[in-house]
């Protein structure tokens, strides 16, 4: 069962804009992930949230996270044509061992 | 390091067969995992494992089957191949557990006819 989901499920910008991805889920965390996946490849880890954090930046990302939401948002800035790729959130629910991924959204940056 | 490295890169298998999706990593990581994307549906987990000797079911562990002998190697099996096992598998591993950033394998894609 998903726990997260993430909104918009596609989105298409021009390079050097900033790209906004969202995530929701259900249930209690102890920590959000985000994850890239290119085009017939597997997924690359980007950046783990805790559930005590509020922002996180790595390089050109941005992650937030609003527990009282339940929700997360991944920021791109100065987005490049190689951010083309599906994105995923994926949750640890408080308690579990299992590491419960979204359906994931398609970004494309276009040149 | 190869990181995680998966075979074959492709299957197509007929209904009823039975084979084994290999998966190896050389981090010395402890958690390993088996996940099926389809389209649409994101990533399911199948089974994992939290050490040499441990397994435990995920959220479709129906058909298949694992073990952990070692730390590197944790193989799946699929017993009598069905169409709707047609997917993409992923292995993948942690140092440990789930709180740790998880490294994936390139992927398997079986189809099953």
């Known amino acids: 069962s998903q726990q997260g989901e993430e909104d918009p499920q596609a989105l298409s910008i021009q390079e050097g804009e900033n790209a906004t991805m969202n995530c929701s889920y259900k249930?209690?965390?102890?920590?959000l992930q985000w994850y890239r996946q290119n085009s017939g490849r597997g997924l690359v880890h980007l950046i783990l949230?805790?559930?005590?954090?509020r922002e996180k930046h790595s390089g050109r990302l941005r992650v937030t996270l609003d527990t009282s939401k339940k929700s997360s948002s991944l920021l791109i800035t100065a987005s490049r044509a190689a951010d083309t790729a599906s994105y995923f959130c994926?949750?640890?629910?408080?308690?579990?061992?299992?590491?419960?991924f979204g359906k994931g959204m398609k970004l494309t940056v276009n040149p | 390091n190869a990181g995680v490295t998966q075979t074959p890169k492709f299957q197509v298998l007929k209904t009823g067969q039975s084979m084994t999706l290999q998966c190896a990593q050389d981090?010395?990581?402890?958690?390993m995992s088996w996940y099926r994307q389809d389209p649409g549906m994101g990533l399911r987990l199948i089974h994992y494992?939290?050490?040499?000797?441990?397994?435990d079911q995920g959220e479709v562990p129906n058909g298949y089957n694992v073990s952990r002998s070692t730390t590197e190697d944790f193989p799946l099996r699929l017993l009598s191949a069905a169409p709707s096992q047609t997917s993409v598998y992923f292995c993948?591993?942690?140092?440990?557990?789930?709180?740790?950033?998880?490294?994936f394998g390139p992927g398997t894609r079986l189809t099953v006819t």
């Open positions: 993948a591993s942690s140092r440990d557990g789930q709180f740790y950033e998880q490294y």
């Open positions: 249930t209690s965390i102890n920590n």
């Open positions: 949230i805790r559930s005590n954090e």
């Open positions: 994926a949750t640890v629910a408080g308690g579990s061992e299992k590491l419960v």
């Open positions: 981090m010395n990581h402890e958690y």
């Open positions: 494992s939290v050490g040499a000797g441990i397994t």
